[in-house]
């Protein structure tokens, strides 16, 4: 759309129609703004500012009287109040010819960032420098999908604008945010959370925002915003919230607030919810341990398995872990697990020679310590194996299927030990679970900042606001390869 004002023309990029109410009254108001600051630009330099600060407080102060006219004009209107170049944190591009120095000179371009500080005094050099978007609005980028597939046919990175937070609203930064098995099975179609598409984020067509954890910084609040404040951090309450991003608006009630973030770096809070969490209620809630009995998982060395084994020992458990057999670095792993904490750590094909029932006899004092809890993330005959050396009534306890074989148990398992078999979903628990998941995150946290509790190793990925978009897919489609140094988090800079 080319609004135009002889003898300067102002060129505004249109989006796909605006839905939201204060979204359409705070774009007519940046259409306004521009209009003004077009005819601005024709006045000598000393009215020029006087005039301008005039117009941003009048137009501030009939935002709503505007609205209406923007709800009426919606349905034929619709206006990204962001910048011509979405890769500019705002400015308006004046094109045209002037009266002055560009008579005669042809089009000239120039990119004025519209301030939105009352303050006179720092007015006009904010009227030149100001890296944000006219009135609040926030220039934002996502790792969106539109429709289901592998990571590096379907991911593309979205730019878009966030009006400013009024009401119950509030504005995100992102700071940190892991790349979890999970998240690449939701974006494969494949996870039973399903991300919500959506054309909030000006598109024409619904997309989702990929992404289920992470830590962000609130920036900015409506009015009735309660609980949390500017400055604070939050991590989402339930998964699903889409969280490869750099900003986002959202209310109180979808988030976490971390109550003490002082000794906590952003890549611990940002990690704290999904893996510390499933440890440790896997851990409390499917059998009573007590000081010296035993359990044994597979994965030991995912984050779920280093958390479980840190847990198990602050609180006097004992620990078999299988890792997968590597082609080097085997006997490093395991060294580095029993500096964690891990009592016994062996390879998945170690777990399935024959005389492994009898080792675990001779780790368990010759089966007097009972082995009463197996946490499987893997599937298939190593399930098998693992149950064969759980003590009777003990329990199986699944939470992930990385090998996607099904779980198979000789039914003498279930008819004469009595070994029950269990799922724990983190998702699900969260949702159900806000009180309990408010105490189990505050207290993982506290370990953490007390040095009782290691971070999972980490593979950091910066993410700048020049950040390309195939830099960003590739780091996510990189989880899908085999042994990796770490998990791979977003840690978001100047964003």
Request: hydrophobic content about 35%; aromatic content about 6%.
């Given at each position: 759309m080319v609004l135009s004002t002889r003898p300067t023309n102002i060129t505004i990029i249109n989006v796909p129609l605006i839905t939201s109410i204060e979204e359409r009254r705070a774009s007519i108001t940046h259409v306004g703004v521009v209009l003004v600051h077009g005819v601005v630009q024709e006045l000598v330099p000393g009215v020029k500012v006087i005039f301008a600060f005039i117009a941003d407080i009048v137009v501030r102060r009939f935002r709503y009287v505007l609205g209406v006219v923007a709800d009426v004009a919606a349905a034929a209107v619709a206006v990204d109040p962001a910048s011509v170049d979405g890769s500019e944190k705002m400015g308006v591009r004046v094109r045209g010819r002037g009266r002055g120095r560009g008579r005669g000179r042809g089009p000239t371009t120039a990119t004025r960032p519209i301030a939105s500080s009352p303050s006179l005094s720092t007015y006009s050099s904010r009227l030149q420098r100001r890296p944000i978007s006219a009135y609040g609005y926030e220039q934002a980028k996502a790792l969106v999908l539109s429709k289901y597939g592998e990571p590096s046919d379907v991911l593309s990175l979205h730019g878009h604008s966030i009006s400013p937070a009024h009401s119950n609203n509030l504005t995100l930064r992102f700071l940190a945010s892991p790349i979890n098995p999970a998240d690449i099975n939701q974006i494969q179609g494949v996870y039973p959370s399903k991300p919500t598409f959506t054309t909030s984020l000006s598109t024409a067509d619904p997309i989702?925002?990929?992404?289920?954890?992470?830590?962000?910084?609130?920036?900015?609040?409506?009015?009735?915003?309660?609980?949390?404040?500017?400055?604070?951090?939050?991590?989402?309450?339930?998964?699903?919230?889409?969280?490869?991003?750099?900003?986002?608006?959202?209310?109180?009630?979808?988030?976490?607030?971390?109550?003490?973030?002082?000794?906590?770096?952003?890549?611990?809070?940002?990690?704290?919810?999904?893996?510390?969490?499933?440890?440790?209620?896997?851990?409390?809630?499917?059998?009573?341990?007590?000081?010296?009995?035993?359990?044994?998982?597979?994965?030991?060395?995912?984050?779920?398995?280093?958390?479980?084994?840190?847990?198990?020992?602050?609180?006097?458990?004992?620990s078999i872990n299988i890792i997968r057999a590597r082609p080097t670095g085997s006997e490093e792993m395991k060294q580095e697990l029993k500096e964690l904490g891990a009592?016994?750590?062996?390879?998945?094909?170690?777990?399935?020679?024959?005389?492994?029932?009898?080792?675990?006899?001779?780790?368990?004092?010759?089966?007097?310590?009972?082995?009463?809890?197996?946490?499987?993330?893997?599937?298939?005959?190593?399930?098998?194996?693992?149950?064969?050396?759980?003590?009777?009534?003990?329990?199986?306890?699944?939470?992930?299927?990385?090998?996607?074989?099904?779980?198979?148990?000789?039914?003498?398992m279930l008819i004469f030990k009595n070994i029950s078999f269990d799922g724990f979903w983190v998702s699900k628990w969260s949702a159900e679970n806000y009180e309990e998941k408010k105490k189990t995150v505050k207290h993982v946290l506290d370990l953490i900042r007390e040095g009782k509790f290691k971070d999972t190793p980490v593979q950091e990925l910066p993410w700048e606001w020049?950040?390309?978009?195939?830099?960003?897919?590739?780091?996510?489609?990189?989880?899908?390869?085999?042994?990796?140094?770490?998990?791979?988090v977003f840690v978001f800079g100047k964003t």
């Open positions: 989702a925002v990929a992404g289920n954890e992470g830590v962000a910084e609130v920036i900015a609040t409506g009015s009735n915003v309660k609980t949390v404040g500017k400055g604070d951090w939050v991590i989402m309450r339930q998964p699903g919230f889409g969280t490869w991003r750099t900003h986002a608006q959202t209310t109180e009630e979808h988030l976490l607030k971390i109550e003490d973030k002082n000794g906590i770096t952003p890549i611990q809070a940002g990690t704290v919810s999904i893996n510390p969490c499933t440890a440790y209620r896997m851990l409390k809630d499917f059998v009573e341990l007590k000081e010296g009995d035993w359990f044994i998982q597979n994965g030991a060395n995912s984050g779920v398995g280093r958390a479980s084994i840190q847990l198990a020992k602050l609180w006097g458990y004992k009592d016994v750590v062996v390879t998945d094909e170690e777990l399935q020679e024959k005389g492994f029932s009898e080792k675990v006899k001779e780790w368990t004092s010759g089966g007097r310590e009972k082995v009463r809890l197996a946490l499987n993330c893997v599937g298939g005959k190593p399930v098998t194996a693992m149950a064969k050396v759980l003590s009777p009534d003990s329990h199986v306890v699944t939470y992930g299927a990385m090998s996607k074989q099904p779980v198979m148990l000789p039914a003498g020049e950040t390309k978009q195939d830099t960003l897919v590739q780091a996510v489609q990189g989880t899908l390869e085999g042994f990796r140094a770490g998990k791979g």
